[in-house]
């Protein structure tokens, strides 16, 4: 059963901290996410050596991505019914033996259209940890205001697997071997999926349900504001994964490729550092105002990294970039409680989370044709056309992010919600 945290003091991290429960599922889960954030990275660095074309490279990690995008809501609506160990452990077997197939095949000089193939159930089958572990923070903290808090404290997480993750696959690939950061990913993945999943005191309750509530329950998608999220999402996936791509061209551009990580890892941690102090501060304004302010505030800056050719300029606005991703993020991932029922959040957390990998997909392959036929700072458009159509979107339909009563309670169904005037 839930566990609701209620508290007349200002929430903080170390309140979050003491809910009952939370370390079981907070240190394996950061063990099991780590590998995500070098997936992407790791085999943009292997299929760019053995292909010689960033944008080769960047369409391999492309397809990982939509597989992910694609297959990732229908795991966190499997976890919702079955529960999370259940989607899980075949999950990591599987991911395990996919990314050493697209290794094995990328070694061995294999075609193109096998790499793609190989990449498929590589993204179809990248465990939802960060949805999972945020489901769990839900069920523990229905109605509670730690919520934000908990919003805030997953991002940080999930950045600094972003700090840590890139700069360990390109320091394994660069160092020891090519394959070296997908040999590592694939390893911690499945050792930290497996303990992960052997935590199920913490997870949610799946499948006892009402039969009203069965018969009235659809995709989180049909959720208007899911979409909007989604949409808000890809902008934020286009700026990933056009960092990713295009700072890994222009330090090879500039004779630098060491620098790549630190570079990378400057933009992970103005996120990270961003992502706490959104934690501790205790907001007058509503997460839908948040998420449009900040959202405006990264379009602004994204705009300018093509503009920039040196090193300590480009690692001073990936920064000031970086320290804007996560108030969106997280003012996003707020909004999930109050938009969607208990029952579909963990996969609305996977649409969301999706839409990220989707955007980093798509941006990836752009970027990367941009950087093999303009140079380097020609991938950098990708973020600031990724953001701009996402803010377009955002600023259009921002009235559908309005919260909802049902959203909070899961036994009223996704189709019945009665608006909240809360901004």
């Given at each position: 059963?839930?566990s609701?945290?209620?508290?007349?003091?200002r929430?903080?991290?170390?309140?979050?901290?003491?809910?009952?429960?939370a370390?079981t599922?907070?240190?394996?889960?950061?063990?099991a996410?780590?590998?995500?954030?070098?997936?992407?990275?790791?085999?943009?660095?292997?299929?760019?050596?053995?292909?010689g074309?960033?944008?080769?490279?960047?369409?391999?990690?492309?397809v990982?991505?939509?597989?992910?995008?694609l297959f990732?809501?229908?795991?966190?609506?499997l976890?919702?019914?079955?529960?999370?160990?259940a989607v899980?452990?075949?999950?990591?077997?599987?991911?395990?033996?996919s990314?050493?197939?697209?290794?094995?095949?990328?070694?061995?000089?294999a075609?193109?259209?096998?790499l793609?193939?190989?990449?498929?159930p590589?993204?179809?089958?990248?465990?939802?940890?960060?949805?999972?572990?945020?489901a769990?923070?839900a069920?523990?903290?229905?109605?509670?205001?730690?919520?934000?808090?908990?919003?805030?404290?997953e991002?940080?997480?999930d950045?600094?697997t972003?700090?840590?993750?890139?700069?360990?696959?390109?320091?394994l690939?660069?160092?020891?071997?090519p394959?070296?950061?997908?040999?590592?990913?694939?390893?911690?993945?499945?050792?930290?999926?497996?303990?992960?999943?052997?935590?199920?005191?913490?997870?949610?309750?799946?499948?006892?349900?009402?039969?009203?509530?069965?018969?009235?329950?659809?995709?989180a998608?049909?959720?208007?504001?899911?979409?909007v999220?989604?949409?808000?999402?890809l902008?934020?996936?286009?700026?990933?994964?056009g960092?990713?791509v295009?700072?890994?061209?222009f330090t090879?551009?500039?004779?630098?490729?060491g620098?790549?990580?630190v570079l990378?890892?400057?933009?992970?941690?103005?996120?990270?550092?961003?992502?706490v102090?959104?934690?501790?501060?205790?907001?007058?304004?509503?997460?839908?105002?948040?998420?449009v302010?900040?959202?405006?505030?990264l379009?602004v800056?994204a705009s300018?990294?093509?503009?920039v050719h040196?090193?300590?300029?480009?690692?001073?606005?990936?920064?000031?970039?970086?320290?804007?991703?996560?108030p969106a993020?997280?003012?996003?991932?707020?909004?999930?409680?109050?938009?969607?029922p208990?029952s579909?959040?963990?996969e609305?957390?996977?649409w969301?989370?999706g839409?990220?990998?989707?955007?980093?997909?798509?941006?990836?392959?752009?970027?990367?044709?941009?950087?093999?036929?303009?140079?380097?700072?020609?991938g950098?458009?990708?973020p600031?056309?990724?953001t701009?159509?996402?803010?377009?979107?955002?600023?259009?339909l921002?009235s559908r992010?309005?919260?909802?009563?049902?959203?909070?309670?899961?036994?009223?169904?996704?189709?019945?919600r009665?608006?909240?005037?809360?901004?």
């Amino acid at each position: 059963m839930a566990s609701t945290v209620a508290s007349d003091r200002r929430p903080g991290y170390g309140q979050l901290l003491r809910t009952p429960g939370a370390w079981t599922f907070l240190l394996p889960g950061f063990a099991a996410r780590q590998p995500f954030a070098m997936l992407t990275i790791g085999i943009v660095l292997l299929v760019q050596h053995t292909t010689g074309s960033y944008g080769s490279a960047g369409a391999v990690a492309a397809v990982t991505g939509v597989s992910m995008a694609l297959f990732a809501p229908q795991s966190g609506k499997l976890a919702d019914r079955f529960g999370q160990r259940a989607v899980l452990l075949p999950g990591v077997l599987v991911h395990t033996a996919s990314v050493a197939s697209l290794t094995a095949l990328a070694l061995a000089g294999a075609p193109l259209w096998v790499l793609f193939a190989a990449a498929v159930p590589t993204g179809a089958s990248v465990p939802q940890i960060g949805p999972m572990v945020r489901a769990r923070w839900a069920a523990r903290l229905q109605g509670s205001p730690l919520m934000q808090t908990a919003a805030a404290f997953e991002s940080v997480t999930d950045e600094f697997t972003f700090v840590v993750g890139p700069v360990l696959a390109t320091a394994l690939c660069t160092g020891v071997h090519p394959a070296a950061g997908l040999i590592a990913e694939a390893a911690l993945t499945l050792a930290g999926g497996l303990l992960f999943a052997a935590q199920r005191g913490t997870q949610p309750a799946h499948g006892h349900q009402s039969a009203e509530v069965r018969a009235e329950r659809t995709s989180a998608l049909s959720v208007p504001g899911v979409r909007v999220l989604a949409v808000a999402f890809l902008g934020i996936g286009a700026v990933f994964g056009g960092m990713q791509v295009s700072l890994t061209a222009f330090t090879e551009e500039i004779g630098q490729p060491g620098m790549n990580g630190v570079l990378y890892g400057l933009f992970a941690a103005g996120n990270m550092l961003a992502g706490v102090a959104v934690g501790a501060i205790a907001w007058k304004t509503g997460p839908r105002r948040r998420l449009v302010i900040g959202y405006t505030a990264l379009t602004v800056a994204a705009s300018l990294l093509w503009t920039v050719h040196s090193v300590a300029l480009l690692g001073a606005l990936g920064l000031i970039v970086g320290l804007f991703i996560a108030p969106a993020l997280i003012s996003g991932y707020t909004l999930v409680e109050s938009l969607v029922p208990a029952s579909a959040r963990t996969e609305a957390f996977t649409w969301l989370t999706g839409a990220v990998a989707l955007g980093q997909a798509a941006a990836v392959t752009a970027a990367g044709r941009l950087a093999d036929g303009y140079g380097a700072s020609a991938g950098f458009v990708v973020p600031l056309a990724g953001t701009a159509l996402a803010l377009a979107t955002l600023l259009a339909l921002r009235s559908r992010l309005a919260p909802t009563a049902g959203g909070r309670v899961a036994a009223r169904g996704i189709g019945h919600r009665v608006p909240v005037t809360v901004d």
